[in-house]
């Protein structure tokens, strides 16, 4: 019997001498050398002690030691358990005390808060650091550079990672060798990356876009990896001309539409930039096919997913959706409350099946059957409309709709149009207690830098272009967006801001 996703990674591995990984200071890692250090990390975890299915939990800098540990965990047959670096030690008492890990690796300067953690659940500690250096490294270095995976099946536990937790308790999506496997495979495919390819990495590796998609691709295709620990303007604009591809949120983008030295002629030889985690406004992707003659490719997931839909690699990428469900994938748009699907073009929660899709929650049962139908699909709670030429459009999470005066206010709508609007930068809307209306509609506004924008002429703006129930009662100007690690808008923090806006 296999390890079933090692063993996949292991067969596209044409070239043992290629590099796999290079980091921004010059440090190189060959295909063999991925091998050679994983096998390592995979006898150390044995050493401590680690057994099929025990989870390693994780909350280290982006290293490449820190990335041949997640293989190890796989090869070693347990479940990897990515931890937020910017989480902190009282939101590791949860996430620890529920995984029950029985190795926990943490940062040297972490150790002595988040050591009573984990000897109250008996997990063995260890520390890796930003130089990918510590005890752990050092039990690697002393162990030997040959393992013999453990043999797991295709449902068999890979990772465990944690969803958010914006709203309520937060919940550990299961996913299995084989959800990640396929996922990659049918992205390689779709996006079609090959070993040519070298991928700028500066996504975080605590989360399903910088761990799953960038990195499982980049081994499945057996291409490499420009490896920053986190964007960074300079250091992406100097390694753009050696890669071939991005993969990115929308700030990244951002940022580089920012700087005067991002250049058509500086990308000209790229081959395509993908982009995910949060919305990518319409405007965005206009202003960077201008600068640069690239269309970015807008995709779909989430967590308990990994990615179900892409805007198609040859053909139209749309600005403002997310394309088409992937090969393999089953989507559907359906009404939240019955769960049958609504009319072409109207409103509903998109709910998928396929491979991708996770297999239930670490230790919520109930959740877990809440969240699926009968017949096995997976409500994702993302609201959205597909079009008659089949473009999906996402207009927000179930939970952001806003109910005002009886009347649905999808969120999306109302950002769209106000992001066109000269001056604003970008915006997020929500909706807070009225006392008349149940809801109202409050857009947060950012303005671009210089520009002068007013709460009254973004009101004025929209009296002609929305619908009176979707204008907002209420416009507030701020400096910036509150956002996560992966550039999601944290609207949960704007509605306690504005909570009492009309009480």
């Known amino acids: 019997m296999s390890n079933h996703l ?5 067969s596209r591995i044409a070239d043992p001498g290629k590099v796999f990984l290079e980091t921004a200071d010059g440090q190189k890692l060959t295909f063999a050398g991925v091998l050679e250090r994983s096998a390592r990390y995979a006898n150390a975890l044995i050493s401590l002690g680690v057994q099929p299915d025990d989870r390693v939990a994780v909350q280290v800098e982006k290293t490449p ?3 041949m540990l997640y293989l190890a965990t796989v090869r070693a047959g347990a479940v990897f358990l990515p931890l937020n670096t910017a989480y902190t030690p009282a939101e590791i008492d949860y996430f620890i005390s529920d995984a029950e890990p029985a190795v926990f690796v943490c940062d040297p300067k972490s150790e002595s808060a988040l050591r009573p953690i984990a000897d109250r659940v008996g997990a063995k500690l260890q520390v890796l650091d930003s130089r990918g250096q510590g005890t752990l490294r050092d039990l690697a270095d002393a162990v030997s550079p040959e393992f013999e995976d453990v043999p797991r099946l295709d449902d068999d536990l890979a990772a465990i990672l944690y969803t958010s937790g914006t709203t309520g308790r937060s919940k550990g999506a299961m996913l ?6 396929s996922n990659a495979r049918t992205l390689v495919t779709y996006w079609q990356f090959t070993e040519n390819d070298v991928l700028l990495h500066a996504l975080p590796i605590f989360h399903t876009h910088g761990l799953f998609v960038a990195t499982n691709v980049m081994l499945m295709a057996g291409g490499s990896m420009l490896f920053l620990p986190k964007f960074d303007l300079d250091a992406a604009l100097a390694m753009l001309p050696r890669a071939t591809s991005m993969m990115g949120v929308p700030t990244f983008y951002t940022r580089l539409l920012g700087s005067d030295a991002f250049t058509k002629d500086l990308v000209g030889h790229m081959r395509v930039f993908i982009s995910g985690s949060a919305p990518l406004s319409a405007e965005v992707h206009r202003a960077f096919r201008e600068r640069t003659g690239h269309a970015i490719l807008e995709r779909y997931g989430m967590t308990e997913t990994n990615m179900s839909t892409s805007n198609p690699y040859e053909g139209e990428r749309r600005a403002g959706t997310v394309g088409f469900p992937l090969p393999g994938v089953g989507l559907r748009i359906a009404d939240p409350k019955t769960g049958r699907e609504v009319a072409g073009g109207a409103v509903g929660v998109i709910e998928v099946k396929g491979p991708n899709v996770f297999q239930g929650y670490w230790r919520m049962p109930e959740k877990t059957a809440e ?12 609201m959205a409309r597909i079009a008659s030429d089949g473009y999906i459009s996402i207009v927000g999470r179930s939970k952001d709709l806003i109910i005002s005066g009886g009347f649905n206010v999808y969120p999306a709508e109302v950002e769209t149009v106000i992001d066109e609007l000269p001056g604003v930068a970008e915006s997020a809307v929500i909706g807070v207690p009225h006392p008349d209306f149940g809801e109202a509609v409050v857009a947060v506004v950012a303005a671009k830098a210089g520009a002068d924008v007013s709460p009254e002429a973004v009101l004025s703006a929209l009296q002609d272009r929305l619908a009176k129930f979707k204008q907002p009662k209420k416009v507030a100007l701020i400096d910036s967006l509150p956002r996560n690690t992966m550039g999601k808008i944290q609207k949960n923090i704007l509605r306690d801001e504005h909570r009492d806006a009309f009480q």
């Open 6 to 10: 090692f063993d996949e990674i292991r």
């Open 65 to 67: 030691d820190a990335l």
């Open 176 to 181: 299995s060798h084989e959800n990640l496997a």
């Open 371 to 382: 969240e699926f139908r009968s017949d096995g699909y997976f409500v994702t709670g993302d």
